[in-house]
């Protein structure tokens, strides 16, 4: 792969939302990587003026819910809420850009599907920012998961969700979002498992929404490898202090980690390892490597994007699996049920 000074330049970035994960996000992350920000688009105003603190004065503000950007743009990050992803996006490729969406691709299978296909009419680069799929320590669940060396997996849980007090109204406005927790954050984790499995079923999905927006939500579903299934369970809350970890047990031991920590794991078992070129202890923490610097996982999802607009194929990111993602959140909402359990009673 060419040099990171290689692949940034002459990129210039057009914004298109300019809330929470543009702002903590994206900008910090192209700024870290010397990368000119040359617009960015939103329909408040507010939200605006929020963000031209953070950027240089010949940066264009532009007030619109549209795909409208600068016409000096290469490439365009959208951060707009879900429901608007494919409508911006398509209207980007129709101005010639690449462009890096946030996640989830759109708020339904339907449209992150239409909007996949395209990507693929217009020859347009389309990647989704499922940034956690640059963790190492999930490459080296992926790799367990294939290699034996803890035994074959049983099972996998995953926890993740805290006490929002103050949510952001855009995160609230169902319209806008597509759905609640399961849309949020949830789409992170199932996109975690899309990737380190061969294919997944929906066995179960409740949650307490009850004709409104869901803050409170369990999957179980199956995890296939090969001809091997495993359970997996998933549990999201918005109003629990959850934490955000997981664990795949395996018939010699058993693997930690947690959602936002990519570098280490926590190993337990009586099987010496060798994943990602490094000999794992029998039991306790695995470190793989120093966290990313400068803007950490963003600034790896970027520079894999940076590549992709010289040409270069999919490493990490995957846009079938980010349509695949929608399809299995769109069934989990077909098939709901009621959530019986209140977490953290």
């Known amino acids: 792969m060419q040099n990171d000074y290689q692949l940034l330049k002459g990129l210039r970035v057009a914004l298109v939302g300019a809330g929470n994960i543009?702002?903590?996000?994206?900008?910090?992350?192209?700024?870290?990587?010397?990368?000119?920000?040359?617009?960015?688009?939103?329909?408040?105003?507010?939200?605006?003026?929020?963000?031209?603190?953070?950027?240089?004065?010949?940066?264009?503000?532009?007030?619109?819910?549209?795909?409208?950007?600068?016409?000096?743009?290469?490439?365009?990050?959208?951060?707009?809420?879900?429901?608007?992803?494919?409508?911006?996006?398509?209207?980007?490729?129709?101005?010639?850009?690449?462009?890096?969406?946030?996640?989830?691709?759109?708020?339904?299978?339907?449209?992150?599907?239409?909007?996949?296909?395209?990507?693929?009419?217009?020859?347009?680069?389309?990647?989704?920012?499922?940034?956690?799929?640059?963790?190492?320590?999930?490459?080296?669940?992926?790799?367990?998961?294939?290699n034996g060396?803890?035994?074959?997996?049983?099972?996998?849980?995953?926890?993740?969700?805290?006490?929002?007090?103050?949510?952001?109204?855009?995160?609230?406005?169902?319209q806008l979002?597509?759905?609640?927790?399961?849309?949020?954050?949830?789409?992170?984790v199932i996109d975690r498992l899309v990737s380190w499995f061969d294919r997944i079923e929906l066995a179960e999905y409740a949650d307490d929404a009850m004709g409104e927006m869901e803050a409170n939500a369990l999957i179980r579903m199956r995890g296939w490898v090969d001809q091997s299934a495993i359970e997996v369970e998933a549990r999201f809350s918005r109003t629990s202090q959850l934490g955000y970890f997981g664990t795949v047990e395996f018939e010699e031991g058993s693997v930690d980690f947690e959602l936002n920590a990519g570098h280490?794991?926590?190993?337990?078992?009586?099987?010496?390892?060798?994943i990602l070129d490094h000999d794992c202890p029998m039991s306790g923490e695995l470190r793989l490597g120093p966290p990313f610097r400068g803007g950490g996982y963003f600034r790896q999802q970027f520079l894999e994007f940076a590549a992709r607009v010289h040409g270069s194929s999919e490493t990490w990111s995957c846009l079938s699996d980010a349509v695949q993602v929608n399809a299995l959140v769109d069934e989990c909402y077909a098939h709901k049920s009621a959530l019986q359990t209140v977490y953290g009673d």
């Open 22 to 146: 543009c702002q903590t996000g994206h900008i910090p992350t192209l700024h870290d990587l010397g990368v000119p920000i040359v617009s960015v688009t939103d329909p408040s105003q507010a939200a605006l003026d929020d963000v031209r603190r953070l950027l240089p004065s010949s940066v264009e503000l532009i007030n619109s819910s549209e795909g409208q950007v600068s016409p000096d743009a290469i490439c365009a990050i959208v951060c707009s809420p879900p429901a608007l992803h494919a409508k911006q996006v398509a209207s980007l490729f129709d101005q010639g850009l690449d462009v890096l969406c946030e996640k989830p691709l759109a708020s339904s299978f339907l449209d992150a599907q239409a909007v996949a296909e395209i990507a693929r009419e217009k020859k347009r680069i389309l990647q989704v920012g499922y940034f956690r799929r640059f963790h190492p320590a999930a490459h080296a669940i992926r790799a367990l998961l294939r």
């Open 149 to 174: 060396d803890l035994g074959e997996p049983c099972r996998c849980v995953i926890n993740a969700g805290h006490i929002i007090a103050s949510p952001s109204p855009l995160l609230m406005n169902l």
């Open 177 to 188: 979002s597509g759905g609640g927790v399961v849309m949020d954050f949830g789409v992170h």
């Open 264 to 274: 280490s794991l926590i190993m337990r078992g009586s099987r010496q390892v060798r």
